[in-house]
């Protein structure tokens, strides 16, 4: 498994990270949960990332209970803050990330978590409240780094601007051959000021794997059949997405690899991507997906990506 810097840290991390999204603790019971978290330590994945909205606790707390039996420095995990707990749990605010992030520890079973991500901005909260929060965590041992994502450009070099405040050093946007909006603004910066993307949906929902063809019902057991799980899938499931989605066939068979591996191989060729998070609920999907890292993708087929779905990705 090839390994990337997170951004200023020193953290290194499995380019192919294993998401909690939508499957562990929610769509995916304990024992798949615990078959795919094996499958991505064979497989070299060290990165685990979740939040302590997904589920309401239940992913953190079914990681907590599975990771216990690994040692701690074999692996780093990620969870965020900010979507609501309760009726009066949620936002950035001084007392919720100190809420929170004790409750994340508590769900662990961890005394520090290794990075600690802002899941939204909140404008209803003080940018230098929400700082100075983080800063205190840091200091106080219970995370070792800060990330965000999906913030505003400008809430973000506000916030890299702030004097005597943790620096965030990692980024989760949203970015895929079919949603490449981070390239115009967010990863610039980001490179300018030594933060790496953790990027979430590099299948976009699956829908780049070509499991889903237009005509036909969605395969038993995809996301798109299961009701916890299809709920933002279908925004990709159009016939122009999914037709031009059919033209990367040929092009992953040409170089060798499946369509997963042809979509996370397109995400990792940027050198600002640390790592792409996989979800999964098999764990042949992760040793599928984990076959990515390190493959790089020729001129000739990353130029046969771009023209496939030229019509249709989002820039």
Not at 44 to 65: H, S
Request: with cysteine.
């Amino acid at each position: 498994m090839i390994t990337r810097r997170l951004g200023d840290s020193d953290l290194q991390v499995s380019s192919i990270a294993l998401g909690s999204w939508l499957t562990y603790g929610g769509g995916i019971g304990r024992e798949r949960t615990e078959a795919c978290t094996r499958a991505a330590f064979e497989a070299g994945i060290t990165l685990f990332d979740t939040a302590n909205v997904y589920g309401r606790g239940a992913a953190e707390r079914a990681w907590g209970e599975i990771l216990a039996d690994y040692p701690r420095d074999s692996f780093a995990i990620a969870t965020k803050v900010y979507f609501p707990m309760s009726a009066r749990d949620r936002g950035l605010s001084r007392e919720q990330i100190h809420k929170q992030i004790d409750g994340s520890l508590q769900r662990l079973g961890m005394d520090h978590i290794d990075l600690y991500q802002c899941h939204r901005y909140d404008a209803d909260t003080p940018l230098e409240e929400t700082m100075q929060a983080l800063t205190e965590v840091v200091e106080a041992g219970k995370a070792r780094w800060i990330g965000f994502s999906e913030w505003p450009i400008e809430r973000i070099q506000e916030a890299l601007a702030m004097p005597g405040v943790a620096k965030f050093v990692s980024s989760q946007p949203q970015y895929s051959a079919l949603w490449r909006a981070p390239e115009s603004e967010l990863i610039p910066l980001c490179e300018r000021n030594g933060i790496s993307q953790i990027v979430w949906s590099p299948l976009a929902q699956g829908v780049l794997t070509g499991k889903y063809r237009r005509g036909e019902a969605p395969p038993p057991g995809s996301r798109a059949q299961s009701r916890d799980m299809s709920r933002f899938i279908g925004q990709w499931l159009n016939p122009a997405t999914l037709d031009a989605v059919d033209r990367l066939h040929p092009i992953a068979e040409e170089a060798g690899l499946t369509m997963s591996q042809l979509a996370l191989a397109w995400v990792l060729r940027q050198d600002n991507v640390a790592a792409a998070i996989i979800g999964a609920s098999r764990p042949e999907q992760v040793h599928e997906n984990a076959a990515a890292a390190g493959v790089e993708l020729s001129d000739d087929t990353l130029r046969a990506i771009d023209e496939a779905l030229l019509l249709v990705a989002v820039t």
